[in-house]
T-cell receptor, first 115, second 115 residues
Framework: AQKITQTQPGMFVQEKEAVTLDCTYD???????LFWYKQPSSGEMIFLIY??????QNATEGRYSLNFQKARKSANLVISASQLGDSAMYFC????????????FGTGTRLTVIP | DVKVTQSSRYLVKRTGEKVFLECVQD?????MFWYRQDPGLGLRLIYF???????EKGDIPEGYSVSREKKERFSLILESASTNQTSMYLC??????????????FGSGTQLSVL
């Protein structure tokens, strides 16, 4: 079974609007961390936001927030006030507590911001 | 600023050639990783290393080997390149930590084409 599922291969959003990128995860480990990365056309993966499984509040970093619904095993990324520079691939990833230090990644969502 | 440097951004090789992809990090990180990125498949872990001369297989190690003789350098080796190894290769590093919030720092990637 896939550990990370991103069901939206591509998304479009109007500039200045908010957009939600979906991510669901699968683990039986009670301890885990969830990450979102952005990959612009330059290729480098840029860390955006982190949510721990024991965190009580949803993580926020500037215009990025993570809608963490533990019972549903979802960790959706919300980008508010979209900008043209937000056009990129977005990857959801997970680290499990009992595993090694590597991250399991989803297949990504390509976001295009329309002027 | 932290940095993970991959020696080549683009590489073109012939089938059967031995290929070396080099990665250097300047953050004194214990962990280093090689991922392969393919459209629709996301990032998949090839190998990782948690210390000098130590390595562990990831999800898709077949056809690859690695070398870590110094802490800052992690090399991915394709012993005999094949066309199905045409892909984007991403190197990453992280600190050794019991916490779940240790993020990976990535290089800009090497787009390898095997003809």
């Amino acid at each position: 079974a896939q550990k990370i599922t991103q069901t939206q291969p591509g998304m479009f959003v109007q500039e200045k609007e908010a957009v939600t990128l979906d991510c669901t995860y699968d683990t039986s480990d009670p301890s885990y961390g969830l990450f979102w990365y952005k990959q612009p056309s330059s290729g480098e993966m840029i860390f955006l936001i982190y949510q721990g499984s024991y965190d009580q509040q949803n993580a926020t970093e500037g215009r990025y927030s993570l809608n963490f619904q533990k019972a549903r095993k979802s960790a959706n990324l919300v980008i508010s006030a979209s900008q043209l520079g937000d056009s990129a691939m977005y990857f959801c990833a997970m680290r499990e507590g009992t595993g090694a230090n590597n991250l399991f990644f989803g297949t990504g969502t390509r976001l295009t911001v329309i002027p | 600023d932290v940095k993970v440097t991959q020696s080549s951004r683009y590489l073109v090789k012939r089938t059967g050639e031995k290929v070396f992809l080099e990665c250097v990090q300047d953050m004194d990180h214990e962990n280093m990783f090689w991922y392969r990125q393919d459209p629709g498949l996301g990032l998949r872990l090839i190998y990782f290393s948690y210390d000098v001369k130590m390595k562990e297989k990831g999800d898709i190690p077949e056809g690859y080997s690695v070398s870590r003789e110094k802490k800052e350098r992690f090399s991915l080796i394709l012993e005999s390149a094949s066309t199905n190894q045409t892909s984007m290769y991403l190197c990453a590093s992280s600190r050794e930590s019991w916490g779940f919030n240790e993020k990976l720092f990535f290089g800009s990637g090497t787009q390898l084409s095997v003809l």
